[in-house]
Protein backbone atom coordinates (compact mmCIF):
# COMPACT_ATOMS: atom_id res chain seq x y z
CA UNK A 1 0.00 0.00 0.00
CA UNK A 2 1.39 3.40 -1.51
CA UNK A 3 -0.38 5.58 1.94
CA UNK A 4 1.05 3.68 4.98
CA UNK A 5 -0.82 3.87 8.31
CA UNK A 6 -0.55 7.09 10.15
CA UNK A 7 1.92 5.95 13.44
CA UNK A 8 3.82 3.52 10.88
CA UNK A 9 5.13 6.57 9.24
CA UNK A 10 5.48 8.61 12.13
CA UNK A 11 8.48 6.17 13.34
CA UNK A 12 12.16 7.25 13.32
CA UNK A 13 13.41 5.01 10.65
CA UNK A 14 10.51 6.03 8.56
CA UNK A 15 12.97 8.46 7.21
CA UNK A 16 16.36 7.62 8.25
CA UNK A 17 16.86 9.93 11.24
CA UNK A 18 16.48 6.75 13.74
CA UNK A 19 18.62 5.67 16.31
CA UNK A 20 22.07 6.79 16.27
CA UNK A 21 23.59 3.77 14.99
CA UNK A 22 21.55 3.80 12.27
CA UNK A 23 23.65 3.54 8.76
CA UNK A 24 25.22 6.22 7.49
CA UNK A 25 23.65 5.78 4.64
CA UNK A 26 20.22 6.14 6.16
CA UNK A 27 21.33 9.47 8.44
CA UNK A 28 22.09 10.98 4.99
CA UNK A 29 19.02 10.86 3.57
CA UNK A 30 17.63 14.00 2.16
CA UNK A 31 15.74 16.20 4.72
CA UNK A 32 12.73 16.66 2.61
CA UNK A 33 11.12 14.02 0.50
CA UNK A 34 11.12 15.71 -2.93
CA UNK A 35 10.28 12.25 -5.46
CA UNK A 36 6.31 11.69 -6.13
CA UNK A 37 4.90 8.61 -5.57
CA UNK A 38 1.44 7.69 -6.37
CA UNK A 39 0.10 9.58 -3.15
CA UNK A 40 1.94 12.22 -2.94
CA UNK A 41 1.10 12.88 -6.82
CA UNK A 42 -2.64 13.21 -6.43
CA UNK A 43 -2.22 14.95 -3.47
CA UNK A 44 0.09 17.41 -5.68
CA UNK A 45 -2.65 17.63 -8.91
CA UNK A 46 -5.86 17.05 -6.69
CA UNK A 47 -5.03 20.09 -4.23
CA UNK A 48 -3.70 22.31 -6.80
CA UNK A 49 -6.51 22.06 -8.64
CA UNK A 50 -8.72 22.40 -5.50
CA UNK A 51 -6.96 25.50 -4.48
CA UNK A 52 -6.89 27.46 -8.23
CA UNK A 53 -10.48 26.70 -8.22
CA UNK A 54 -11.79 28.37 -5.02
CA UNK A 55 -9.69 31.35 -5.91
CA UNK A 56 -10.86 31.65 -9.22
CA UNK A 57 -14.35 32.38 -7.64
CA UNK A 58 -12.68 34.34 -5.29
CA UNK A 59 -10.70 36.76 -7.31
CA UNK A 60 -11.95 39.35 -9.39
CA UNK A 61 -10.52 38.28 -12.97
CA UNK A 62 -11.21 34.98 -12.33
CA UNK A 63 -14.23 32.76 -13.60
CA UNK A 64 -17.11 35.66 -12.74
CA UNK A 65 -15.74 38.67 -14.22
CA UNK A 66 -18.20 40.95 -16.44
CA UNK A 67 -17.88 43.51 -18.85
CA UNK A 68 -20.74 45.53 -17.22
CA UNK A 69 -18.94 46.60 -14.55
CA UNK A 70 -15.48 46.46 -13.21
CA UNK A 71 -14.87 44.00 -10.37
CA UNK A 72 -17.61 42.11 -11.69
CA UNK A 73 -19.89 43.97 -9.53
CA UNK A 74 -22.67 42.38 -11.50
CA UNK A 75 -22.22 38.33 -11.11
CA UNK A 76 -19.21 38.54 -8.81
CA UNK A 77 -20.12 40.31 -5.73
CA UNK A 78 -23.24 38.55 -5.16
CA UNK A 79 -21.84 35.12 -5.88
CA UNK A 80 -18.50 35.83 -4.41
CA UNK A 81 -20.16 36.59 -0.57
CA UNK A 82 -22.59 33.88 -0.32
CA UNK A 83 -19.99 31.40 -1.21
CA UNK A 84 -17.55 32.59 1.37
CA UNK A 85 -20.33 33.20 3.97
CA UNK A 86 -22.10 30.00 3.38
CA UNK A 87 -18.82 28.03 3.33
CA UNK A 88 -17.17 29.78 6.14
CA UNK A 89 -20.17 28.97 8.42
CA UNK A 90 -20.40 25.13 7.48
CA UNK A 91 -16.57 24.83 8.11
CA UNK A 92 -16.91 26.13 11.49
CA UNK A 93 -20.47 24.20 12.37
CA UNK A 94 -18.74 20.72 10.96
CA UNK A 95 -15.70 21.69 13.15
CA UNK A 96 -17.51 21.06 16.08
CA UNK A 97 -19.40 17.83 14.78
CA UNK A 98 -18.52 14.32 15.24
CA UNK A 99 -16.59 12.23 12.95
CA UNK A 100 -19.46 10.05 12.09
CA UNK A 101 -21.90 12.82 11.63
CA UNK A 102 -19.67 14.92 9.84
CA UNK A 103 -18.27 11.54 7.61
CA UNK A 104 -19.28 11.49 4.12
CA UNK A 105 -19.48 8.31 1.64
CA UNK A 106 -17.75 8.39 -1.85
CA UNK A 107 -21.00 9.20 -3.69
CA UNK A 108 -21.99 12.03 -0.78
CA UNK A 109 -18.60 13.28 -1.73
CA UNK A 110 -19.01 12.67 -5.39
CA UNK A 111 -22.62 14.40 -5.53
CA UNK A 112 -21.02 17.31 -3.89
CA UNK A 113 -18.48 17.67 -6.50
CA UNK A 114 -20.81 17.68 -9.04
CA UNK A 115 -22.44 20.69 -7.49
CA UNK A 116 -19.37 23.11 -7.60
CA UNK A 117 -19.22 21.76 -10.76
CA UNK A 118 -22.53 22.71 -11.71
CA UNK A 119 -22.63 25.87 -9.62
CA UNK A 120 -19.25 27.04 -10.70
CA UNK A 121 -19.70 26.50 -14.28
CA UNK A 122 -23.18 28.03 -13.59
CA UNK A 123 -21.39 30.96 -12.46
CA UNK A 124 -19.01 31.26 -15.60
CA UNK A 125 -21.95 31.17 -17.90
CA UNK A 126 -23.80 33.99 -16.09
CA UNK A 127 -20.51 36.34 -16.12
CA UNK A 128 -20.62 35.52 -19.66
CA UNK A 129 -23.79 36.44 -20.92
CA UNK A 130 -24.41 39.09 -18.05
CA UNK A 131 -25.20 42.50 -19.58
CA UNK A 132 -26.77 44.54 -17.43
CA UNK A 133 -27.69 44.41 -13.30
CA UNK A 134 -30.59 43.25 -12.48
CA UNK A 135 -32.55 41.74 -9.37
CA UNK A 136 -33.31 38.18 -10.96
CA UNK A 137 -29.75 38.06 -11.96
CA UNK A 138 -28.41 38.74 -8.23
CA UNK A 139 -30.62 35.79 -6.85
CA UNK A 140 -29.50 33.45 -9.08
CA UNK A 141 -25.81 34.58 -8.92
CA UNK A 142 -26.70 34.15 -5.00
CA UNK A 143 -27.83 31.11 -5.29
CA UNK A 144 -25.16 29.28 -7.15
CA UNK A 145 -22.67 31.22 -4.68
CA UNK A 146 -24.36 29.14 -1.79
CA UNK A 147 -24.22 25.90 -3.44
CA UNK A 148 -20.25 26.43 -4.42
CA UNK A 149 -19.86 27.78 -0.63
CA UNK A 150 -20.94 23.95 0.11
CA UNK A 151 -18.54 22.39 -1.75
CA UNK A 152 -16.09 24.75 -0.57
CA UNK A 153 -16.21 23.52 3.08
CA UNK A 154 -16.35 19.83 1.67
CA UNK A 155 -13.59 20.15 0.08
CA UNK A 156 -11.51 22.28 2.35
CA UNK A 157 -12.11 19.63 5.36
CA UNK A 158 -11.62 17.01 3.03
CA UNK A 159 -7.99 18.02 1.74
CA UNK A 160 -7.27 19.30 5.24
CA UNK A 161 -7.78 15.53 6.91
CA UNK A 162 -5.60 14.20 3.88
CA UNK A 163 -3.04 16.90 4.40
CA UNK A 164 -2.60 16.65 8.24
CA UNK A 165 -2.57 12.67 7.74
CA UNK A 166 1.02 12.80 5.99
CA UNK A 167 4.11 13.40 8.02
CA UNK A 168 5.66 16.78 7.70
CA UNK A 169 8.73 15.24 5.41
CA UNK A 170 6.08 13.20 3.04
CA UNK A 171 3.87 16.87 3.02
CA UNK A 172 5.86 20.31 3.22
CA UNK A 173 7.25 20.06 -0.61
CA UNK A 174 4.31 18.61 -2.32
CA UNK A 175 1.87 21.03 -0.33
CA UNK A 176 4.33 24.16 -1.50
CA UNK A 177 4.40 22.82 -4.81
CA UNK A 178 0.74 22.58 -5.11
CA UNK A 179 0.37 25.62 -3.26
CA UNK A 180 2.36 27.14 -7.29
CA UNK A 181 1.00 25.14 -9.31
CA UNK A 182 -2.45 26.43 -8.45
CA UNK A 183 -1.77 29.66 -10.02
CA UNK A 184 -1.30 28.03 -13.44
CA UNK A 185 -5.07 27.64 -14.24
CA UNK A 186 -5.25 31.17 -13.87
CA UNK A 187 -2.87 31.97 -17.11
CA UNK A 188 -5.42 29.85 -18.61
CA UNK A 189 -8.19 31.19 -17.60
CA UNK A 190 -6.99 34.46 -18.92
CA UNK A 191 -6.16 33.16 -22.16
CA UNK A 192 -9.01 31.32 -23.65
CA UNK A 193 -12.15 33.59 -22.63
CA UNK A 194 -15.35 32.34 -21.65
CA UNK A 195 -15.46 28.95 -22.96
CA UNK A 196 -12.13 28.32 -21.06
CA UNK A 197 -13.34 29.74 -17.92
CA UNK A 198 -16.81 27.37 -18.40
CA UNK A 199 -14.20 24.84 -19.12
CA UNK A 200 -12.06 25.01 -15.67
CA UNK A 201 -14.88 25.81 -13.74
CA UNK A 202 -16.17 22.56 -14.63
CA UNK A 203 -12.90 20.59 -14.63
CA UNK A 204 -10.93 22.01 -11.46
CA UNK A 205 -13.24 19.94 -9.62
CA UNK A 206 -13.65 16.90 -10.79
CA UNK A 207 -9.40 16.54 -10.60
CA UNK A 208 -9.77 17.19 -7.06
CA UNK A 209 -12.48 14.67 -6.38
CA UNK A 210 -9.81 12.22 -8.37
CA UNK A 211 -7.26 13.58 -5.71
CA UNK A 212 -9.00 12.65 -3.03
CA UNK A 213 -10.51 9.91 -4.38
CA UNK A 214 -6.96 7.90 -4.02
CA UNK A 215 -6.36 8.68 -0.72
CA UNK A 216 -9.38 7.64 1.17
CA UNK A 217 -7.31 5.42 3.67
CA UNK A 218 -5.90 8.81 4.37
CA UNK A 219 -8.99 10.89 5.39
CA UNK A 220 -9.86 7.43 7.20
CA UNK A 221 -6.44 7.87 9.60
CA UNK A 222 -6.98 11.41 10.32
CA UNK A 223 -10.37 10.98 11.70
CA UNK A 224 -9.04 8.52 14.15
CA UNK A 225 -9.41 10.82 17.59
CA UNK A 226 -5.95 11.92 18.81
CA UNK A 227 -4.14 10.80 21.89
CA UNK A 228 -6.31 12.52 25.35
CA UNK A 229 -3.98 14.15 27.14
CA UNK A 230 -4.32 16.10 30.51
CA UNK A 231 -5.09 19.65 30.34
CA UNK A 232 -4.84 20.23 26.76
CA UNK A 233 -8.41 20.84 25.71
CA UNK A 234 -8.07 24.35 26.78
CA UNK A 235 -4.44 24.70 25.81
CA UNK A 236 -5.65 23.85 22.01
CA UNK A 237 -8.65 26.34 22.34
CA UNK A 238 -6.31 29.19 22.67
CA UNK A 239 -3.58 28.26 20.07
CA UNK A 240 -6.36 27.38 17.32
CA UNK A 241 -7.75 30.61 18.60
CA UNK A 242 -4.96 32.57 18.00
CA UNK A 243 -3.68 30.95 14.78
CA UNK A 244 -7.34 31.84 13.13
CA UNK A 245 -7.73 35.53 14.64
CA UNK A 246 -4.40 35.72 13.53
CA UNK A 247 -4.83 34.66 9.87
CA UNK A 248 -8.40 36.16 9.81
CA UNK A 249 -6.76 39.55 10.14
CA UNK A 250 -3.69 39.09 7.28
CA UNK A 251 -6.94 37.39 4.98
CA UNK A 252 -8.93 40.30 5.98
CA UNK A 253 -6.00 43.03 5.59
CA UNK A 254 -5.12 41.62 1.86
CA UNK A 255 -8.84 41.75 0.70
CA UNK A 256 -9.30 45.13 2.06
CA UNK A 257 -6.32 45.99 -0.16
CA UNK A 258 -7.27 43.56 -2.77
CA UNK A 259 -11.00 45.22 -3.16
CA UNK A 260 -9.24 49.18 -2.93
CA UNK A 261 -7.10 48.26 -5.81
CA UNK A 262 -10.12 48.15 -7.85
CA UNK A 263 -12.96 50.32 -6.20
CA UNK A 264 -10.75 53.37 -5.39
CA UNK A 265 -8.89 53.64 -8.66
CA UNK A 266 -11.19 55.07 -12.41
CA UNK A 267 -8.33 53.04 -14.70
CA UNK A 268 -9.19 49.41 -14.50
CA UNK A 269 -6.25 47.63 -15.35
CA UNK A 270 -5.52 46.21 -18.71
CA UNK A 271 -7.34 42.92 -19.26
CA UNK A 272 -4.19 42.07 -21.63
CA UNK A 273 -2.30 42.36 -18.39
CA UNK A 274 -4.19 39.82 -16.55
CA UNK A 275 -2.15 36.66 -17.54
CA UNK A 276 0.94 39.15 -16.61
CA UNK A 277 0.17 39.61 -13.16
CA UNK A 278 -0.40 35.80 -12.70
CA UNK A 279 2.90 34.82 -14.21
CA UNK A 280 4.74 37.21 -11.39
CA UNK A 281 2.62 35.64 -8.47
CA UNK A 282 3.67 32.09 -9.70
CA UNK A 283 7.09 33.14 -10.27
CA UNK A 284 7.27 35.66 -7.10
CA UNK A 285 5.46 32.70 -4.73
CA UNK A 286 7.65 29.62 -6.15
CA UNK A 287 10.83 32.10 -5.69
CA UNK A 288 9.93 32.20 -1.92
CA UNK A 289 8.46 28.29 -1.48
CA UNK A 290 12.24 27.01 -3.07
CA UNK A 291 13.73 29.63 -0.70
CA UNK A 292 12.41 28.70 2.37
CA UNK A 293 12.57 24.97 1.56
CA UNK A 294 16.48 25.47 0.76
CA UNK A 295 16.63 26.99 4.16
CA UNK A 296 14.59 24.66 5.78
CA UNK A 297 16.99 21.95 4.14
CA UNK A 298 20.36 23.41 5.18
CA UNK A 299 19.23 23.82 8.87
CA UNK A 300 17.64 20.40 8.62
CA UNK A 301 14.73 21.83 10.71
CA UNK A 302 11.33 22.46 10.00
CA UNK A 303 10.40 26.28 10.49
CA UNK A 304 7.31 26.74 9.91
CA UNK A 305 7.67 30.88 11.39
CA UNK A 306 9.15 30.72 8.03
CA UNK A 307 5.79 31.12 6.08
CA UNK A 308 4.52 33.16 8.79
CA UNK A 309 7.16 36.09 7.98
CA UNK A 310 6.97 35.53 4.04
CA UNK A 311 3.27 36.31 4.15
CA UNK A 312 3.32 39.51 6.73
CA UNK A 313 6.11 40.58 4.97
CA UNK A 314 3.89 40.74 1.21
CA UNK A 315 1.11 41.88 3.38
CA UNK A 316 2.67 44.95 4.65
CA UNK A 317 4.68 45.31 0.95
CA UNK A 318 1.08 44.98 -1.17
CA UNK A 319 -0.37 47.03 1.06
CA UNK A 320 1.88 49.99 1.28
CA UNK A 321 2.46 49.80 -2.12
CA UNK A 322 -1.40 51.11 -2.82
CA UNK A 323 -0.99 54.45 -3.35
CA UNK A 324 0.86 53.39 -6.32
CA UNK A 325 -2.38 52.01 -7.49
CA UNK A 326 -3.36 55.36 -9.27
CA UNK A 327 -0.03 55.58 -11.61
CA UNK A 328 1.37 51.79 -10.98
CA UNK A 329 -1.58 49.59 -10.65
CA UNK A 330 -0.03 46.82 -12.07
CA UNK A 331 2.53 46.40 -9.67
CA UNK A 332 -0.11 46.96 -6.44
CA UNK A 333 -1.72 44.09 -8.03
CA UNK A 334 0.70 42.00 -8.38
CA UNK A 335 2.21 42.72 -5.17
CA UNK A 336 -1.00 41.66 -2.94
CA UNK A 337 -2.01 38.62 -5.18
CA UNK A 338 1.41 37.36 -4.04
CA UNK A 339 0.98 38.11 -0.34
CA UNK A 340 -2.86 36.28 -0.62
CA UNK A 341 -1.10 33.33 -2.34
CA UNK A 342 1.65 32.99 0.52
CA UNK A 343 -0.97 33.97 2.98
CA UNK A 344 -2.42 30.60 1.94
CA UNK A 345 0.49 28.67 2.09
CA UNK A 346 0.82 29.82 5.30
CA UNK A 347 -2.49 28.99 7.02
CA UNK A 348 -2.39 25.13 5.80
CA UNK A 349 1.28 24.59 7.54
CA UNK A 350 0.13 26.29 10.69
CA UNK A 351 -3.20 24.13 10.52
CA UNK A 352 -0.88 21.31 10.23
CA UNK A 353 1.41 22.35 12.86
CA UNK A 354 -1.34 22.78 15.17
CA UNK A 355 -3.15 19.21 14.83
CA UNK A 356 0.57 17.80 14.96
CA UNK A 357 2.08 19.75 17.95
CA UNK A 358 -1.24 19.84 19.95
CA UNK A 359 -2.70 16.74 18.82
CA UNK A 360 -5.55 18.74 17.92
CA UNK A 361 -8.45 16.90 15.55
CA UNK A 362 -7.60 17.85 12.39
CA UNK A 363 -11.53 18.51 11.56
CA UNK A 364 -11.70 20.68 14.25
CA UNK A 365 -8.15 23.15 13.39
CA UNK A 366 -8.66 23.06 9.88
CA UNK A 367 -12.54 23.90 10.11
CA UNK A 368 -11.78 26.79 12.20
CA UNK A 369 -9.18 28.75 10.57
CA UNK A 370 -10.51 28.18 7.05
CA UNK A 371 -13.57 29.04 8.40
CA UNK A 372 -12.62 32.30 9.72
CA UNK A 373 -10.52 32.71 6.53
CA UNK A 374 -13.92 32.35 4.35
CA UNK A 375 -15.43 34.67 6.55
CA UNK A 376 -12.46 37.56 6.71
CA UNK A 377 -12.70 37.87 2.80
CA UNK A 378 -16.47 39.07 2.37
CA UNK A 379 -15.55 41.34 6.11
CA UNK A 380 -12.60 43.02 3.98
CA UNK A 381 -14.52 43.52 0.81
CA UNK A 382 -17.04 44.90 2.83
CA UNK A 383 -15.34 47.36 4.45
CA UNK A 384 -13.61 48.55 0.65
CA UNK A 385 -17.18 48.46 -0.51
CA UNK A 386 -18.66 50.87 3.03
CA UNK A 387 -15.31 53.06 2.16
CA UNK A 388 -16.23 54.05 -1.08
CA UNK A 389 -19.42 54.72 -0.79
CA UNK A 390 -18.83 57.49 2.38
CA UNK A 391 -16.13 58.57 0.10
CA UNK A 392 -18.45 59.38 -2.63
CA UNK A 393 -16.33 60.19 -6.31
CA UNK A 394 -13.16 58.61 -7.92
CA UNK A 395 -11.44 61.61 -7.05
CA UNK A 396 -11.95 61.32 -2.65
CA UNK A 397 -11.66 57.31 -2.72
CA UNK A 398 -8.37 57.77 -5.07
CA UNK A 399 -7.52 60.46 -2.46
CA UNK A 400 -7.90 58.14 0.37
CA UNK A 401 -5.90 55.49 -0.51
CA UNK A 402 -2.87 56.29 1.82
CA UNK A 403 -5.29 55.94 4.87
CA UNK A 404 -6.71 52.35 3.67
CA UNK A 405 -2.49 51.28 2.99
CA UNK A 406 -2.08 52.64 7.01
CA UNK A 407 -4.84 50.96 8.33
CA UNK A 408 -3.93 47.56 6.43
CA UNK A 409 -0.71 47.64 7.59
CA UNK A 410 -1.77 48.60 11.11
CA UNK A 411 -4.50 45.61 10.64
CA UNK A 412 -1.47 43.13 9.68
CA UNK A 413 1.13 44.62 12.67
CA UNK A 414 -1.70 43.88 15.35
CA UNK A 415 -1.67 40.17 14.51
CA UNK A 416 1.86 39.99 13.73
CA UNK A 417 2.29 41.72 17.02
CA UNK A 418 0.04 40.60 19.45
CA UNK A 419 -2.46 38.36 18.14
CA UNK A 420 0.18 35.74 17.42
CA UNK A 421 3.56 36.79 17.79
CA UNK A 422 6.91 34.18 16.92
CA UNK A 423 7.08 33.37 20.61
CA UNK A 424 4.26 31.74 20.53
CA UNK A 425 4.35 30.79 17.02
CA UNK A 426 7.36 29.06 18.09
CA UNK A 427 5.75 26.68 20.08
CA UNK A 428 3.87 25.31 17.15
CA UNK A 429 7.28 25.17 14.55
CA UNK A 430 8.36 21.32 15.05
CA UNK A 431 12.49 22.74 14.52
CA UNK A 432 13.22 19.96 16.91
CA UNK A 433 11.62 17.39 15.25
CA UNK A 434 13.02 15.69 12.42
CA UNK A 435 10.17 13.35 11.47
CA UNK A 436 7.90 13.17 14.76
CA UNK A 437 7.23 13.15 18.32
CA UNK A 438 8.52 9.38 18.94
CA UNK A 439 11.74 11.06 17.24
CA UNK A 440 11.42 13.77 19.40
CA UNK A 441 10.77 11.39 22.42
CA UNK A 442 13.71 8.85 22.29
CA UNK A 443 16.22 11.89 22.08
CA UNK A 444 15.01 13.31 25.12
CA UNK A 445 15.32 9.68 26.50
CA UNK A 446 18.91 9.58 25.06
CA UNK A 447 19.62 12.81 26.59
CA UNK A 448 17.88 12.33 30.10
CA UNK A 449 20.28 8.65 30.45
CA UNK A 450 23.38 10.27 29.23
CA UNK A 451 22.94 13.26 32.37
CA UNK A 452 21.21 10.94 34.69
CA UNK A 453 17.89 12.48 35.12
CA UNK A 454 15.12 10.83 37.35
CA UNK A 455 11.89 9.57 35.79
CA UNK A 456 10.19 12.46 36.31
CA UNK A 457 12.67 14.84 35.31
CA UNK A 458 13.21 13.07 32.09
CA UNK A 459 8.83 13.77 31.79
CA UNK A 460 9.26 17.19 32.67
CA UNK A 461 12.25 17.80 30.03
CA UNK A 462 10.02 15.77 27.58
CA UNK A 463 7.43 18.37 27.71
CA UNK A 464 9.64 21.51 27.88
CA UNK A 465 11.53 20.06 24.59
CA UNK A 466 7.79 20.21 23.18
CA UNK A 467 7.63 24.03 23.84
CA UNK A 468 5.04 23.13 26.97
CA UNK A 469 5.27 25.60 29.81
CA UNK A 470 5.08 25.70 33.44
CA UNK A 471 0.97 25.78 33.91
CA UNK A 472 0.45 23.24 31.08
CA UNK A 473 2.80 20.89 32.56
CA UNK A 474 0.98 21.45 36.26
CA UNK A 475 -2.23 20.38 34.36
CA UNK A 476 -0.65 17.29 32.74
CA UNK A 477 1.46 15.61 35.41
CA UNK A 478 -1.10 16.66 37.87
CA UNK A 479 1.63 17.91 40.51
CA UNK A 480 1.75 21.76 41.84
CA UNK A 481 3.48 24.76 39.92
CA UNK A 482 6.60 24.74 42.52
CA UNK A 483 7.32 20.94 42.09
CA UNK A 484 7.38 22.18 38.56
CA UNK A 485 9.69 24.61 39.16
CA UNK A 486 11.66 22.78 41.61
CA UNK A 487 12.20 20.07 39.19
CA UNK A 488 13.10 22.19 35.85
CA UNK A 489 15.58 23.90 38.36
CA UNK A 490 17.16 20.63 38.99
CA UNK A 491 17.28 19.29 35.63
CA UNK A 492 18.63 22.19 34.03
CA UNK A 493 21.13 22.13 37.11
CA UNK A 494 22.22 18.46 35.94
CA UNK A 495 22.19 19.69 31.65
CA UNK A 496 24.54 22.52 32.42
CA UNK A 497 22.16 25.37 30.88
CA UNK A 498 19.72 27.95 31.91
CA UNK A 499 16.88 28.46 29.72
CA UNK A 500 14.18 26.77 27.79
CA UNK A 501 15.99 27.93 24.29
CA UNK A 502 19.51 26.05 25.46
CA UNK A 503 17.82 23.13 26.34
CA UNK A 504 16.18 23.05 22.81
CA UNK A 505 19.52 23.81 21.70
CA UNK A 506 21.10 20.60 23.41
CA UNK A 507 18.51 18.39 21.86
CA UNK A 508 19.26 20.14 18.49
CA UNK A 509 22.94 19.09 19.32
CA UNK A 510 22.26 15.73 19.89
CA UNK A 511 20.60 15.49 16.40
CA UNK A 512 23.69 16.31 14.50
Known amino acids: MVLQDKEERRTPDASGEGAQDAPAANRAAPFLATTLDSARARLLFGFAAFSAWVNLLVCFEGFLRDTVIYGGGVVHDPFFIAAMVVGGIALIVLSQASPRIASESEARSLALCVLGCVAGGGGAVLSAVATSASPGLAVASATLGAACGIFIAHGTLRWGLIITS ?8 VLCAALCLQWVPFIADTAFGAPGKIALAVLLPLISWWGQRGLREAIGAAEQPQAATGGSSADLTRIVARVGSALFCFAFAVEFVWASNVLMTDTPLEQTLFWLVYVFVLGASTAVMIFILRLMERWGAYRMEL ?90 AAGALPYVSFAAIIVLVAAYAFLLPERTLLLLSPRLLK ?25 IFTLLARGRDVGYIEKE ?21 HTQQELLSLIEDSLS
Open 307 to 396: FYRAAFAFGVAGSAALPLALNHLFFSYAVIYVAYALICATMWMLAWSVVFMRHGPARRVVGIVFGLQSLALPCGFAAAKLMRALLGGTVA
Open 166 to 173: FDIREMVF
Open 477 to 497: LFISRNTVNTHRKNLYRKLGI
Open 435 to 459: LSHESLDERCREVAARYGLTERETE
